[in-house]
């Protein structure tokens, strides 16, 4: 397990997890879409392109984050 945290920990890392949260967000945009009955194909393409923006938004953030204040070598 803790190798599992220490590789999330890394950039290649960390790009992963936000895709994995993008794709989570779309998830929950697609159920929330189905339950208000409005599932199309076009409201189910807007949640997962929602999702990838959401991922690319987290990974930009990131970056500036770690571009304006990087991270000490004791920090996670």
């Known amino acids: 397990m803790k190798g599992l945290v220490a590789w999330l920990g890394t950039p290649v890392g960390r790009f992963v997890r936000d895709l994995v949260e ?3 967000a779309g998830a929950v945009a ?5 339950q208000l009955d409005v599932a199309t194909p076009k409201v189910i393409l807007a949640a997962a392109v929602t999702g990838a923006v959401a991922a690319a938004i987290a990974v930009a953030r990131r970056a500036l984050v770690n ?4 991270a000490t070598p004791g920090q996670p």
């Open 67 to 70: 571009a304006v204040s990087p």
């Open 22 to 24: 993008g794709a989570i």
């Open 30 to 34: 697609a159920v929330v879409a189905l």
